[in-house]
C-alpha cells in the first residue's frame, strides 16, 4: 500500500494507483475531459492537473501513478489557474451557440466554464474554421464546438472496432476526420454513435432527436432494445409522453449486457414507435383487401390454415423464417413447433426478420 | 580555428565516414571490441562513471538511463534520435557526415550494454542525403564484420519538430502520429513496439567509443566536472564565423562568440545570444561570462540544449524575432494536449498584435498568464519550452516590448 496525503487527508492506495482515483477516493472532485474509464488513457486535456509537493510542473492525475508520501492538492491557485486558461482557450476557438446546442445540460464545457466562473476568454482571437456537411441521416458533425479530446477516436476503435475517425493535421489545425477527410459514410463507420455517446460537448449529436428536446426536457426510461436478442439497455428520452431520442446507460448495474454501446438500430432506429403507420391490431386478407382483427381470430386463422396445407402437402410444404429479432427461448420454441407440432426440419433463421 | 578539443571531430575530412575500414585504421571499433568483453553491469558502471550526460537536450546521464532497462525474455531496442529539428542546430549531421562510424559503434556498444540486437537511426525528413550515407555506412560496418550480430536500421521523419521528443519519436517509427506519450512508462520500461528501448541523441552515441578506448576517468576529466566531455557547436546569426567547433564543456560563451565566432559579424555590437535551439532563452551581454555547460546555462535561466548558438547584433529586433519563433511553435504544436495546441496559436497572436505596435500593457499581461499555463500544464517538452523565448525576452529585453506597446 502506499500512503499519500491529499488535500490534507491521508489516504492509503495499492500499487498501481493512478493518482486521478486516488485523489476521487479522498472526495475531491477533479475535472476531466479526455479521461474515460471504458478507453485508454489519453493524458491531453490537462483539465485533471493537481500540484504535488516538490514537482515543478503539474501533473495530470489521469496518467500518473501514485507514489508513496505524494503531498497532493487538486484545488491549488496554480491549478485552478491552469484550469482556467484551458477552458478560456477552448472556448476562444468554440462556436458558442449554447441557446440552441442539443447538449445544453449535459455538455462538460459549460459545466466547467459555470465551476470555474469562466464567462468569456482573455484569448479571443481567430476562430477555427472546422464546419462540415455531412449529409448521413444519422450523426451531426460540428467540429467547430470540438474540444479534441479525442473520445470519439478512441471509442470507435476500442468499443465498436471500426477505425473511422481519426486526427488529421496538427496544432490548432489538427481535426477529427475519416480518411482522406470525408462523409461518414464513404469510411468504415457502422453508425453505432459511440462516438455521440462518449462526446463531452455538442460537436457529436444525433439528427435523429435535433430539436425535439434537451438533457432537462426529457425523462430517461430505462428499458430493452426490442430489435434482437441481445438485450442491449437503452434509455428512451421521454418528453410529454413522446419518446424524442435514445441514450444509453453506461454503468454496468443498469447496462449490464452493452455498458452504454449500441448499434445503428438501437441508437437512431426508434422514430417507429410514434409512427402512424405502425400495426396496432393483426390483420387478415379477404378479397385483397386487410382488415383489422383480433389475436383469437388471426391465430386460429393461421392454425387452420398450416394444418390444411399439412394435410393437402405434407409437413414438408412448410417452412418457417424465425430472427434474431427474438430471444433464444422464443427461437428454440420456434424450431420445437416445426417440429413437434407440424413435423418438419424446414426451420431457418434470417438476421434481417 | 584556436582553443577547440576535437575527440568525435578528430578525423574530421581525414576519413571517409563511409568506411568502417578508414575508422578502424584510426583507432574505431576498439570500444566496442572492449565492452562486449566486459560484464553487461561493469560496462553500465563504465559509462555511468564517465559522467556522460545526454546531448539531445535533457542532459540525462546515459549510463543511469541505461541501467533502468529490464533485461527479461523479451526484445530490447537500442534508438538513436538523429531528428536534429531544433532551428540552427546540425551538429548531429556534421558529425555523421565526419564520423558516421563512431555513431554505430556507439549504438552498438549500447546494444551490448542492455543486450539488445537491434537499433534504430531516426532521421529527419529533411536529411536523405544524409540517410543514403549513413545506409553505406552501415553496410560497410556489417561487411567489415566490426558490428557483429548487431543490426542497424535508419527510418526517417516526414518534417514534424515534435518527433525529436523521444516517445513521439517512437510512435512515428511504429507508423503512428508523431504524437508525444505521456510518461511514465519511459521509453526505458516499454518503448518501442511497448518493449524496453534506449532512445539517445546521436552525439551521446558518438561519444562512448572515445569513452570505452580511453576510460571513463580520462572522459571524466574533460570540461565541466559535472557535465563532462566535449560538445559540438553550430554557430548562427550575426557571427564572423558561422560554422560548427567542438570545445570542452567548461569553454565560456563569450569566448564562443568572439574567439571562435570571431565577433559579431561587420563590427557591430551584440545584443543577444539564443543557446540551444528555438526554444533556449535569450541571452544578454551581462551573462555572456557563464561556462556552456548543462549547470551552468541553468543556472542562468537558459540551457544548454543541442548546442546550437545564435548570435544577433545590435540591429536585430527581438520582438520581431520572438514573433518569428512563436510562429514556428504554432506551427510545430502536435494537437494533442490543449495547453499547446491553443496556447502557441494565441501566443502568436499577441506577439503580432505586440510587434504591430497595436498591444496594449493588459496583452502582455495575458501572454505571461499563458506562458505559465503552458510551462505549468502541457503535456511535452516542446508546449513546456515554447514560451521560454517570450520570457526571456521580456525580462532581459523589456525595454523592446515597451516600445511597441500602447
Ligand atoms: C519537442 C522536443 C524536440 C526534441 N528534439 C530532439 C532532437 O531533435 N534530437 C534529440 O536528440 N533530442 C531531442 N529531444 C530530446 C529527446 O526527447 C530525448 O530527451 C533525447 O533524445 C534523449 O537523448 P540524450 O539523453 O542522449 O540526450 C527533443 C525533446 C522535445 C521535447
Ligand atoms: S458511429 Fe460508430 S463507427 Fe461511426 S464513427 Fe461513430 S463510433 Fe465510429
Ligand atoms: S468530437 Fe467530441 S468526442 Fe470527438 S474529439 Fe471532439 S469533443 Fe471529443
Ligand atoms: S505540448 Fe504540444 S507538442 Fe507536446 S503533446 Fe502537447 S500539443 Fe503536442
Redesign the pocket.
Known sequence: MLKLTINGQEIEVPKGTMLLSACQQAGADIPTFCYDPDLKLAGSCRMCVVEVEGRRNLLASCVTPCENNMVVSTESDRTTEARKVILELLLARHKVECMTCEKVGMCKLQDYCYRYGVKDSRFAGEKGHFAMEDPNP??ERDYDKCIMCTR?VR???E??G????NVKERGHHAKIS?IFDGK?AD???????????VCPVGA?TSKVSMGKGRSMEYDRVLTTCTYCGTGCTLELNVKDDQVVGVTSNRDATYSPVNKGALC?KGRFGWDFIHSPERLTTPLIKENGQFRPASWEEAMDFAANKLKAIKEKDGPDSIAMFSSARVTNEENYLAQKMMRAAIGTNNVDHCARL | MAEEQRVILEYADKIDPKKADDYIKVGGYKGLEKARSMDRKALIDEVKKSGLRGRGGAGFNAGMKWSFVPIKDEDRYVVCNFDEGEPGTYKDRIICEKNAQALLEGMAICGAAIASKQGYIYCRGEYPFVVKMLREAIKSAKDSGALGDFDIEVRMGAGAYVCGEETALIESIEGHRGEPRFKPPFPGVAGLWAQPTVVNNVETFACLPYIMTNGADWFAGIGAAKYPGTKVLTLTGDVENATYFEVPTNYMLRDVVYKLGGGVKGGKKFKAVQVGGTSGAFIPEQNLDTQIDFDSMSAIGAALGSGAVFVMDETRDIVDIVTRISKFFEHESCGKCNPCREGTWRCREIMEKINAGKASQKDIDNLMLLSRVMKNAALCGLGQAAPIPIDSTLEHFGYEYSRKIV
Do not use: D, N, R
Open positions: 444519422f450523426i470519439c471509442a470507435c476503435e468499443i465498436t471500426a477505425q473511422a475517425i475519416t461518414l469510411s468504415t463507420c457502422v453508425f453505432c454513435g459511440q462516438c455521440i455517446m457529436l445503428v
